[in-house]
């Protein structure tokens, strides 16, 4: 039997507010096969994020595994890269030191680095601005580059917690379908949490549907339409039925809370 990308197993976390337990996940099974691409939805608050965290290792869980290709997590490292809504760039750094960053820390060769930069600027089409800074460029080509630095360590898995959240419409539909081109040519296996049902719907292979707090997952929703996909897919009938399926879910989950 292959080994998944992802084995998340009794996943706990409870936070202490106003000196009372807060249950935010109660996760029984979550698995992601390598190359996979899931997205992650839910209610506001649920603990989307706090999940992605601790699947990074920057949070710790007060019961659970979590394996990676096999190997348990207890702390952040290189096999899991996370990109953050905010881009968490160098302002004092070039695009291209911003993208070296990593490797440097790794210890790797000058030349050899140059190398790996030179070839993510270039996947990422950055390559004209390598000597530009932060303050010089666009929105999405800061999280290009915030992508880029990621990919130059070459994790097994890409951790996004809403990296375009911060973005305008135009741009954010842009991203999406660099995105989607970047997984397509490299294989990579994504966990890409977001609030945004059409986004979870058109990037995912599978939509893991969860509930609030503590979150448990609701439902996976297995996205068939076509690879490679482009965002003219969104005004399909199919990629409608997937949306408003995913919407129902969630509006019902609201309203299981309210009441």
Excluded at 118 to 144: C, V, W
Excluded at 171 to 189: A, D, F, I, N, Y
Aim: contains cysteine; neutral net charge.
């Amino acid at each position: 039997m292959a080994v998944a990308a992802l084995e998340v197993v009794g996943l706990k976390k409870v936070y202490t507010k106003s000196g009372r337990p807060l249950e935010v996940l109660d996760l029984e099974r979550f698995t992601v096969r390598v190359g996979e691409f899931i997205t992650v939805v839910g209610p506001s608050g649920c603990g989307k994020s706090t999940f992605l965290h601790i699947v990074g290792g920057f949070i710790k869980a007060e019961a659970g595994s979590i394996r990676v290709f096999d190997h348990e997590v207890r702390e952040p490292g290189p096999d899991r890269g996370m990109i953050f809504q905010e881009f968490a760039l160098f302002p004092w750094r070039t695009v291209a030191g911003n993208v070296e960053w990593g490797l440097e820390v790794q210890g790797v060769s000058k030349a050899e680095r140059e190398a790996i930069v030179r070839k993510y600027l270039d996947i990422m089409g950055l390559t004209e601005f390598r000597d530009h800074f932060p303050a010089e460029i666009s929105g999405g080509m800061k999280q290009r580059v915030a992508l880029a630095r990621v990919l130059a360590f070459d994790p097994k898995i890409l951790l996004m917690d809403e990296p375009f959240g911060a973005l305008d419409a135009q741009t954010r539909e842009v991203m999406q379908e660099e995105l989607t081109r970047l997984w397509e040519r490299t294989g990579k296996t994504i966990v890409f949490v977001t609030h945004d049902i059409d986004e979870a719907a058109y990037l995912g292979d599978r939509v893991v549907v969860l509930t609030t707090r503590p979150a448990r997952i609701k439902e996976e929703v297995t996205i068939k339409l076509p690879r490679p996909r482009d965002i003219t897919v969104k005004k399909s009938v199919q990629f409608l039925e997937y949306r408003n399926r995913v919407w129902d879910l969630i509006r019902s989950e609201a309203a299981d809370r309210r009441g």
